[in-house]
């Protein structure tokens, strides 16, 4: 479970902020987002984990390679994040995308 630590430290990471962008508009596997964001694709898998910990992010498909290897792709779940700091105390509010915006993204794809 996530605490209010958890998700600032992580918001407050550029290359998970870049991620989670990223992951905002369109859906990619570690090494394209290595690649994008031209950093060590283990710092990708670090950033990853973290942000699918806190629910931020989901798998969306794994593609078996030529090589037989999975290569998993990813997609954010976040629409906004609001964090505030009152009185000493630091709260967030997360809003991620409702499975009916699921629904009809997919159906979307499947028109074009």
Do not use: C, H
């Amino acid at each position: 479970m996530e605490t209010d630590v958890d998700i600032t430290s992580a918001l407050a990471d550029r290359y998970t902020r870049d991620i989670l962008t990223i992951l905002g508009k369109e859906e990619l596997s570690a090494q394209q987002i290595a690649n994008k964001l031209e950093i060590p694709t283990s710092t990708t898998y670090r950033k990853i984990k973290t942000l699918e910990d806190l629910e931020l992010i989901k798998k969306t498909k794994v593609v078996r390679t030529i090589e037989g290897l999975s290569e998993r792709y990813y997609k954010s779940l976040v629409l906004e994040i609001n964090i505030k700091y009152k009185d000493g105390n630091l709260t967030y509010a997360v809003n991620k995308i409702k499975m009916d915006d699921k629904i009809i993204r997919l159906w979307e794809k499947f028109r074009a």
